[in-house]
């Protein structure tokens, strides 16, 4: 069942408020790293991680006598062609793609010059960094040395959740102590075989990931702790 207007409306705000403290959080306790974000729709949750960094470094200079931390950057990974075909087992048994809600090519965002500028009125442009592509491609391809200290992960399907967290595991780029967020975590009824559940459970066996389940957000959404990680994947 499709979710009402007032349903709707009230989770947007629920989670971009979320994406904002998160980032506020990253800040207050240090976390190295940058923020991103993997799968961008309509730009809620992407303005409210650009208004994060943009008042967590105001209070920042309020507090340190005009003194000015790290500065973040603001990561947006998306294809911009919509959800690809759905081909994985955990895909195909899942509600929302045997209706229709997740088939090819829904979900389809902002363009990426729309994105920026969406984003660019929280945020300053040139601190914004668009990928464009299938994260199968993208995200193995970022530089080596770049490290998150916030992770929002709203690829819906298992296989493109799969397609992010492998490669940001092994190639080292979450930070000890980073917040990561699943944005559709609990959709059909919590399933441990489904969706981002299933591919946060398989991540996590692979790669020895510890973490804390800090807290759930939204409808759908649960966000954990990063402790600590093998870069070695197990399978």
């Given at each position: 069942m499709a979710k009402s207007v007032v349903s709707r409306q009230w989770d947007r705000h629920a989670v971009m408020e979320e994406m904002l403290l998160g980032v506020l959080r990253a800040y207050s306790r240090d976390i190295p790293g940058d923020v991103a974000e993997f799968g961008t729709m309509l730009a809620v949750s992407a303005?409210?991680?650009?208004?994060?960094?943009?008042?967590?470094?105001?209070?920042?200079?309020?507090?340190?006598?005009?003194?000015?931390?790290?500065?973040?950057?603001?990561?947006?990974f998306d294809s911009f062609e919509g959800l690809p075909a759905a081909t994985a087992e955990p895909d195909l048994k899942h509600p929302r793609v045997v209706s229709g809600d997740w088939s090819e090519g829904t979900c389809q965002p902002f363009s990426p010059d729309k994105l920026k500028e969406k984003c660019s009125e929280y945020i300053d442009a040139d601190r914004i960094d668009i990928h464009e592509g299938w994260f199968a491609d993208t995200v193995p391809a970022i530089d080596k040395a770049l490290k998150f200290?916030?992770?929002?992960?709203?690829?819906?399907?298992?296989?493109?959740?799969?397609?992010?967290?492998?490669?940001?595991?092994?190639?080292?780029?979450?930070?000890?102590?980073?917040?990561?967020?699943?944005?559709?975590?609990?959709?059909?009824?919590?399933?441990?075989?489904?969706?981002?559940?299933?591919?946060?459970?398989?991540?996590?066996?692979?790669?020895?990931?510890?973490?804390?389940?800090?807290?759930?957000?939204?409808?759908?959404?649960?966000?954990?702790?990063?402790?600590?990680y093998d870069t070695q994947d197990r399978g």
């Open positions: 303005r409210g991680l650009a208004t994060g960094i943009t008042e967590a470094e105001r209070i920042y200079r309020e507090q340190k006598n005009h003194e000015s931390p790290d500065q973040k950057r603001l990561h947006l200290a916030v992770v929002h992960v709203d690829c819906d399907l298992y296989s493109s959740s799969m397609d992010v967290l492998v490669p940001l595991l092994s190639g080292a780029h979450i930070s000890e102590g980073a917040l990561i967020y699943f944005d559709d975590f609990h959709c059909a009824a919590s399933s441990r075989q489904l969706g981002e559940r299933k591919a946060w459970m398989d991540v996590t066996r692979r790669f020895n990931v510890e973490s804390f389940p800090s807290h759930p957000y939204g409808s759908t959404g649960q966000a954990f702790i990063i402790d600590s």
